[in-house]
């Protein structure tokens, strides 16, 4: 009996499940273990069951795809702080080089006041430097920029790429907050440089000016210089003057600005001084194109002091080279060659047949202190006088000897009616020097 039931329980009970499966779906409910992804699939046991779903597999490469971007958006984020960071230090070194810049400005601006009271400060210095390291500044700003913005393009395609709707909304907040202080970061810098270029090109007016003054000053004082060597007041009266020529040599010399007409009968005077051995050398010569020793007075060696008219020697007896001041006069006349030698008022010597019949020739020039070669020029050092010179004057006429004595002893003054002897008239070249002097008063304390 007891059997009987039993086996008609269990046939009940499979109707029962036959019915339930005829009739609807069933449901089975599995254990996953804990942190577990739910969309996939696990045995009994707990082992992870590959999903063979289409939908699933794109669901899940989705899902890790954005997990990948948003580790690539924090550290993106973390970048750009870092970035952010440097720039404001930038910034803070950028303000602090203005502040620095504007107080020496300040500072150059006060010894700008003093400099107005003495032109021959120093000038104010330049601000080239800053503006060059502002302009590195930029360039390395503009670099960092440039990255940034290549990043965030990056990063935006790659968000688009992985439908990045869901961690767009940060990184372009954060892309604009950093925008706007790169933006005025470079407002700033930009109106710095703009301050320093405009304090830059004050200071190189100030500058140009300043210089300008001071060469006008320069200019000025050489100008008057030049004056007061060129005047007539340099010295008590024009012919109150001596010419150095302090050494043998080749290019030191004087030059007479004016030159000869054609004469028939010459008178040459001079104060000289020379104590050179052996011989004192060329006083003066006169050169004309085709005859450089048209007129020369030279003591040359142990040769007396000779005097050649036309290339046609004549020795005279004088004697000067005692280191004291003599007055000299030579005379000369075509007709016969007729020539006469003065020292201190006296006439030692004549002579004639020197260049008879011979007209001296114009137009040429007269040196004092070398002997031409050619015209002007090709000096021999060995030739050239070493002493002083003054109060060389030359006429067209023999002078009386009354004349020649009242130069010598001072007690009368003739200027040469061909070549007088003033500052303006003598040119000193090579290191001669023109200096004053009172010859009858130097004289008087000679030794």
């Known amino acids: 009996m007891l059997a009987f ?128 390291q502002l302009g590195k500044t930029m360039q390395g700003l503009t670099g960092r920029l440039e990255n940034l913005e290549q990043l965030r393009a990056n990063t935006s395609a790659a968000a688009a790429g992985a439908g990045g709707n869901a961690v767009g909304p940060l990184p372009a907040e954060l892309r604009e907050l950093l925008k706007h202080r790169l933006g005025a970061l470079e407002g700033q810098l930009l109106r710095k440089v703009a301050e320093l270029e405009e304090e830059k090109s004050q200071l190189y007016n100030e500058t140009a000016a300043h210089r300008q003054r001071t060469e006008s000053t320069l200019t000025s004082l050489l100008e008057r210089i030049t004056e007061l060597e060129r005047s007539n007041n340099a010295f008590k009266s024009p012919e109150d003057f001596k ?46 194109p085709g005859q450089a020793n048209e007129i020369v007075l030279i003591e040359w060696g142990n040769n007396p002091i000779e005097l050649l008219v036309n290339d046609k020697v004549a020795q005279l007896p004088l004697s000067v080279s005692d280191g004291r001041w003599h007055h000299i006069c030579i005379t000369w006349t075509t007709r016969d060659g007729f020539w006469e030698a003065y020292q201190d008022g006296e006439r030692l010597g004549t002579g004639e047949n020197l260049a008879p019949w011979h007209p001296i020739k114009p137009g040429g020039v007269i040196i004092l202190g070398q002997e031409q070669d050619m015209v002007g020029g090709r000096f021999d050092a060995t030739q050239a006088f070493v002493g002083e010179l003054s109060q060389f004057n030359m006429w067209d006429r023999v002078l009386r000897p009354v004349d020649i004595m009242g130069m010598a002893n001072c007690s009368s003054y003739m200027p040469g009616n061909i070549v007088p002897w003033i500052d303006t008239n003598v040119e000193v070249m090579g290191g001669a020097s023109k200096a004053a002097l009172e010859i009858c008063e130097d004289r008087m304390f000679e030794p």
């Open 243 to 288: 010419v150095s020529l302090p050494l043998r040599t080749n290019y030191l010399y004087g030059r007479i600005k004016k030159s000869l007409p054609e004469m028939y009968a010459f008178t040459v005077c001079m104060w000289l001084k020379s104590s050179a051995s052996p011989g004192i050398g060329t006083p003066f010569s006169y050169g004309v």
């Open 5 to 132: 039931l039993v086996g008609l329980l269990y046939l009940v009970s499979g109707r029962t499940v036959r019915a339930q499966d005829a009739t609807g779906s069933r449901f089975f409910c599995s254990a996953i273990p804990a942190g577990a992804d739910p969309s996939c699939s696990f045995d009994p046991n707990g082992n992870r069951v590959q999903s063979t779903s289409p939908v699933e597999d794109e669901l899940r490469n989705t899902i890790l795809q954005l997990r990948e971007n948003i580790l690539q958006q924090k550290e993106t984020i973390v970048s750009q702080q870092g970035t952010i960071k440097e720039l404001n230090s930038k910034l803070a070194r950028c303000e602090a080089a203005a502040e620095d810049s504007a107080s020496r400005s300040r500072g150059q601006s006060s010894r700008r006041k003093d400099y107005s009271k003495n032109t021959m400060g120093d000038l104010p210095r330049d601000p080239t430097e800053t503006i060059d």
